[in-house]
């Protein structure tokens, strides 16, 4: 079984540019998320899909980042423009979505923004 | 406030001496916790769940509500268990993951 797919695995752009990252769940996977993860910290969640719905994005810095996942699969997550504090690792990882509390997070491998 | 808190971001065994990963929460409803692990360039995966009770590559977790407590337990560390270890509660409003700011472990020959 094929995991989560994120691309790119690295960026360094300059504050105040736009950055892109991918996406792909394990297929079959209704849940997905994106979390941020700052150096000497857990993740923290930006957004959590449910299909091609959005279930919470209430950290989800909305005057920069946005998130979609239009048909419910692949999803993509935006910073316009970036700040030095962006600077992270971004996960995805997508669950089954049978909401239970005792549910299992996928990971991807992650991608690592530096912002100069 | 919800919180998880992993009270050691650097813990430092021998190999073959007993490991303990401390982690306590704060959290009014029922918790679902769980142990996250990372290995060096490797992906984030989940170690272990407390409902399962099982022992999983010799680890194992007791929660304990009276504490606020769900450390993690290994009565004899290898160097392979050297890693980032993540303790994460699930919400039972949404079950999303509120997670611990980690702690490596490291085993030492």
């Known amino acids: 079984e094929a995991g989560v797919a994120q691309s790119p695995r690295y960026k360094i752009i300059e504050k105040r540019q736009s950055v892109a990252f991918w996406c792909n769940p394990i297929?079959?996977?209704?849940?997905l998320y994106w979390y941020q993860q700052i150096l000497g910290q857990g993740p923290k969640l930006l957004i959590q899909f449910q299909n091609n719905g959005v279930v919470d994005d209430s950290q989800l810095p909305k005057d920069r980042f946005s998130a979609e996942r239009l048909k419910g699969v692949d999803s993509t997550l935006k910073i316009q423009p970036a700040k030095l504090e962006d600077s992270a690792v971004y996960l995805c990882?997508?669950?089954?979505?049978?909401?239970?509390?005792?549910?299992?997070?996928?990971f991807g491998p992650g991608t690592r923004l530096l912002v100069l | 406030a919800q919180r998880v808190t992993q009270p050691e971001k650097l813990l430092s065994v021998f190999k073959g001496a007993p490991v303990e990963l401390k982690c306590n929460y704060s959290?009014?409803?029922?918790?679902?916790l769980f142990w996250y692990v990372q290995y060096s360039r490797q992906r984030l995966q989940l170690l272990l769940r407390h409902i399962s009770r099982e022992s999983i590559k010799g680890f194992t977790a007791d929660l304990n509500k009276g504490e606020t407590s769900f450390h993690l337990k290994k009565p004899f560390a290898q160097e392979e268990d050297s890693a980032m270890y993540y303790c994460?509660?699930?919400?039972?409003?949404?079950?999303?993951?509120?997670w611990g700011a980690g702690t490596k472990l490291i085993i030492k020959p």
């Open positions: 994460a509660l699930s919400k039972d409003s949404n079950y999303q993951l509120i």
């Open positions: 297929s079959g996977h209704a849940t």
């Open positions: 990882a997508s669950s089954l979505g049978q909401w239970t509390g005792q549910e299992t997070q996928y």
């Open positions: 959290y009014s409803g029922s918790p679902e």
